[in-house]
C-alpha cells in the first residue's frame, strides 16, 4: 500500500503560479520505486476526473494532457520520495481539486483506471 499526501493547492489570480506536492511513503512505494509513476488527475466541479500529466520514476518520460502542455510541468525527487507539479499561467479553467495518483505498471496513460494509489486531493482555485 502507498500512501499519498498532496500539498499545495490554494486561492490564485488568473495569470499566476502554484507548485503542489506530492509525498508518496509505504513499504510498497520502496520496494517498486524503479517501475512507479506517479501522475496527476483534477476534477472541476460537474465534471468528470482528467488526466493531467504523470512522469516515471527517473524523469525520463513525461505525459501531459493537451490543455496544460507548455504551462503545467510535473517533477520528480526520488530523494523526498515527492512529485511536483508545476502550475504557471492559470487560469480560471483550471480550477479543480488535483489528486495525485500512482501505479507500480510503469504506465504513464492517463486512464485512471490503471492508477491503482490515490491521494485525497488539494483545492486550486483560480480566480479571474
Known amino acids: 500500500q502507498v500512501q499519498l499526501i498532496e500539498s499545495g493547492g490554494g486561492l490564485v489570480q488568473a495569470g499566476g503560479s502554484l507548485r503542489l506536492s506530492c509525498a508518496a511513503s509505504g513499504r510498497t512505494f520502496s520496494t517498486y520505486v524503479s517501475t512507479y509513476v506517479m501522475a496527476w488527475f483534477r476534477q472541476a466541479p460537474g465534471k468528470e476526473r482528467a488526466f493531467v500529466g504523470a512522469i516515471n520514476w527517473n524523469g525520463g518520460r513525461t505525459n501531459y494532457a493537451i490543455s496544460v502542455k507548455g504551462r503545467f510541468t510535473i517533477s520528480r525527487d526520488n530523494a523526498e520520495n515527492t512529485v511536483y507539479l508545476q502550475m504557471n499561467n492559470l487560469t480560471p479553467e483550471d480550477t479543480a481539486v488535483y489528486y495525485c495518483?500512482?501505479?507500480?505498471?510503469?504506465?504513464?496513460?492517463?486512464?485512471?483506471?490503471?492508477?491503482?494509489?490515490w491521494g485525497q486531493g488539494t483545492q486550486v482555485t483560480v480566480s479571474s
Open positions: 495518483a500512482g501505479n507500480q505498471r510503469n504506465f504513464v496513460g492517463p486512464q485512471d483506471s490503471e492508477y491503482h494509489d
